[in-house]
């Protein structure tokens, strides 16, 4: 039998060889992961609404099935239906984690930094805007309980108050997945810069007059932010520019507009800008008086956030100042029997050039109908199989 001698240094060479391969094995193993991962995370919860049979919805047991399940499919040991955006978080964030892990020894390929990236928005959203879900969740959620409730196609008015900002009239836009799920024709825009509904009282009464007789008006109306794929608030990549920009531009540069402000704002806008702005204007007049907890502070996730929860403020306050002008009056309710005010914040995700992309999101925050009986809260029906949404910033008067 010949016996090999190998210089010194060779057994060490070729233990390295064999884990350097072991490890591209694995980075590749990750970056399948991180794909389906990528995947699932952009499509299961698209899939999601609750069941109609339930006027309220438990909390999902955070305890493993004891079966495979399909989407929305009943748990037959507890009668609750499982949300699919909530399963697929139990699967992702573990996977998330290990990769997070491996990252930091260089061992994650490509595709999986991308996933690690795209893991940051969802680490953003979660935090800042928890709730948020997927823009065809939510109208395949509401578009559902409308519906049950007797909306058609024939006798509903959809009216939106969101900003003109054009990355919320997408193809995949809130209002346009709302539009195709409720099959109405058109949508009567209401909104201005930041969502406000600036159309005032007589843009109000040209669209509630459109009304079908004895029909039924829908409105979905919030404010939007940015959130871009390294995870900061308040910024996204738009297709065709290099660098990240602004979202919402109207919320955030009447925020830095405060910030620089060295005199207060006087009593009347109108006195000090006349008609140039007057959008945005108004806007720096309304948040002047309501950002004081965050005075002298630098924009940054937290900050952001907060302005864009006083900005929620200000539409639905705006909003519902002007549907009270018609509502409370006695004939209104001879052609109308229900307006359904959906609110909520528009999370936009970036669409550029090396930017996974995919569906925005939005955090449903209300839910309400309103009738010649009164007013009812219906956020539960829809939306309660998640936790009650921590709502720290939020003080709008008709909340």
């Known amino acids: 039998m010949t016996i090999r001698h190998h210089p010194p240094g060779a057994v060490v060479l070729a233990s390295s060889t064999r884990f350097h391969w072991a490890m591209v094995h694995l980075s590749k193993s990750i970056a399948c992961i991180a794909g389906i991962s990528l995947v699932s995370t952009s499509s299961v919860a698209a899939f999601s609404f ?10 999902p047991t955070m305890a493993a099935p004891s079966v495979v399940r399909r989407d929305n499919e009943a748990d037959t040991s507890t009668g609750d239906f499982v949300d699919a955006a909530t399963r697929e978080m139990r699967i992702t964030s573990p996977l998330m984690s290990i990769l997070a892990s491996l990252s930091s020894f260089g061992l994650v390929p490509n595709a999986a930094n991308a996933a ?4 940051a928005f969802d680490s953003s959203l979660q935090t800042y805007f928890p709730g948020a879900l997927t823009n065809s969740a939510i109208a395949l959620r509401v578009a559902a309980s409308l519906r049950d409730r007797g909306y058609t196609r024939t006798n509903t008015l959809f009216g939106s108050s969101l900003c003109s900002d054009e990355i919320n009239d997408t193809a995949e836009s809130l209002v346009g997945d709302l539009q195709n799920k409720l099959g109405v024709e058109g949508v009567f825009n209401l909104g201005g810069l930041g969502g406000l509904p600036f159309v005032g009282i007589s843009g109000m009464g040209a669209f509630t007059s459109h009304a079908p007789v004895d029909g039924k008006i829908f409105i979905v109306f919030g404010p939007h932010v940015g959130i871009s794929n390294d995870g900061v608030v308040g910024k996204i990549e738009r297709v065709g520019k290099k660098s990240v920009s602004g979202s919402c531009g109207a919320g955030i540069g009447a925020y830095k507009a405060i910030i620089a402000m060295k005199d207060p704002m006087p009593t009347t806008i109108m006195d000090a800008f006349g008609i140039k702005d007057v959008q945005e204007e108004y806007i720096i007049s309304q948040l002047s008086t309501r950002l004081d907890s965050i005075k002298g502070k630098e924009p940054d996730n937290d900050t952001i956030t907060y302005v864009t929860n006083k900005m929620y403020d200000l539409v639905w306050e705006m909003l519902r100042s002007e549907v009270n002008a018609f509502t409370t009056k006695a004939d209104f309710w001879g052609s109308v029997t229900e307006v359904t005010l959906l609110g909520g914040i528009v999370v936009n995700r970036g669409h550029g050039e090396g930017v996974p992309g995919g569906e925005d999101f939005y955090q449903p925050l209300m839910l309400k109908s309103l009738t010649k009986d009164g007013e ?5 029906e829809v939306f309660g199989d998640f936790p009650a949404l921590a709502r720290p910033y939020r003080t709008a008067k008709y909340v």
């Open 50 to 59: 609750a069941h109609h049979g339930k006027k309220t919805c438990k909390p």
């Open 376 to 380: 009812s809260d219906i956020y539960g």
């Open 116 to 119: 690690l990236s795209a893991n």
